[in-house]
């Protein structure tokens, strides 16, 4: 679900999209456990298409989980060649994603 420009996966509800680009930053965050701040890694892709649509957005996760998923597609851009369907899992320290990937036809 787009909010804005920002890309939110909802619990059980594929998101389609095509990333063109990415960056692995640090974040600010505030620690949902302690209430104090804290920093972590995140992962963040431009979106040109989503749900077959065009897109300018952004989707970004701090989740290992689902970056240990994309983590193969992300030396030289191979993301590029894809669109990943991406289906969040449960919520909280639970929470799982599933990644499906459409290799997108050479033009």
């Not at 300018?56 to 851009?77: D, I």
Request: no cysteine; net charge neutral; charged share 25%.
């Amino acid at each position: 679900m787009p909010l804005g420009n920002i890309i939110i996966l909802d619990s059980e509800i594929p998101e389609r999209m095509h990333f063109t680009s990415h960056v692995i930053a640090d974040r600010d965050i505030t620690d949902p456990s302690t209430g104090g701040p804290g920093i972590r890694k995140v992962l963040e892709f431009s979106v040109d298409k989503l749900n077959g649509q065009p897109a300018n957005a952004k989707f970004s996760t701090m989740s290992e989980n689902l970056y240990a998923q994309l983590e193969a597609y992300l030396p030289n851009g191979i993301y590029r060649g894809y669109e990943f369907i991406i289906t969040k899992r449960g919520s909280g320290y639970r929470t799982k994603y599933k990644v499906d990937k459409v290799l997108l036809a050479a033009v």
